[in-house]
């Protein structure tokens, strides 16, 4: 593997000091989220917060040098996103290298399995959850809808099934797409910003509506429903035979969400995100 440090990424990764001098103090806040990391072949996907929206941003560690890529406005190879990730990037394959020295190496594989790589995602949204400020504009229950304000104005909405365990929803694009059934808004929700009067409440109340959204864990619209028989006997047939047990949908081919929300077009307990 390449041999590279800070100055690499000074001097051949960023456009000018000034963009490095950006991207560093990117870097020292945590405005950015690993989505995914492939050591092995020293490939990097992150998720980094700029001005107009998150951007995706690779860095590929090859034998010959950095290449490294991001989706903002930025009309340059390396922009200050860039610089960010390749800094985290390279405290990563430090980390690595540390660990695969005091290592016997046929325990090398360890680190890439599944379980480690998800428990690494996990870490870095609670560190982000922890870290950054997020303003709440709570709904008008505990179970339900929320808005969270991130500190660059930016909203999203988090749907709360079961606020004890800090379970449910978010409309953000980490968590419909992470596959970890959370995100650093749920977390920062639970463990920052509700009360403990909060959580007591939530427990006497019942989830507000019928919801229908999309679990990316599993890879397929799920349901949730606390709603009393009575509210719901006549669409329960239909909501059965769609998701199971579990709230999980039945069909593997997507198309039959249409069908679904053909069903329930006129339902206004079930809510279709
Ligand atoms: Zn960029
Ligand atoms: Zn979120």
Redesign the pocket.
């Known amino acids: 593997m390449l041999d590279f440090d800070e100055l690499t990424i000074r001097d051949q990764v960023a456009d000018s000091s000034v963009i490095f001098q950006r991207g560093r103090t990117l870097y020292e806040d945590g405005a950015y989220m690993c989505m995914e990391a492939l050591p092995e072949e020293g490939r990097y996907e992150y998720q980094?917060d700029?001005n107009y929206g998150d951007?995706s941003?690779v860095v590929v560690v090859g034998d010959n040098g950095l290449d490294c890529s991001?989706?903002?406005p930025?009309p340059g190879p390396g922009?200050?996103?860039?610089v960010a990730v390749a800094l985290d990037v390279l405290d990563r394959v430090q980390d690595w290298q540390d660990k695969s020295s005091t290592q016997e190496p046929e325990k090398l594989s360890d680190y890439l399995t599944p379980e480690e790589i998800r428990e690494k995602a996990m870490e870095d949204r609670r560190n982000r959850a922890r870290k950054e400020e997020f303003k709440l504009i709570r709904g008008d229950m505990i179970k339900g809808d929320h808005l969270l304000e991130t500190e660059q104005g930016r909203q999203y909405r988090v749907t709360l099934h079961d606020p004890a365990n800090g379970l449910g929803h978010c409309s953000c694009p980490d968590f419909n797409t992470n596959q970890l059934g959370t995100c650093k808004h749920l977390l920062a929700l639970k463990e920052q910003l509700l009360r403990k009067k909060d959580l007591e409440q939530g427990r006497e109340e019942l989830f507000p509506f019928v919801d229908v959204y999309w679990d990316s864990a599993q890879g397929l619209p799920r349901l949730f429903c606390e709603r009393p028989p009575g509210e719901i006997q006549e669409i329960a047939p239909v909501l059965e035979k769609y998701f199971d047990q579990e709230g999980i949908f039945r069909f593997e081919n997507l198309g039959r969400m249409l069908d679904f929300m053909d069903a329930v077009r006129e339902r206004k307990q079930v809510r279709i995100r």
Do not use: L, Q, S
């Open positions: 980094v700029g951007y941003t991001c989706d903002c930025y922009c200050k996103h860039v």
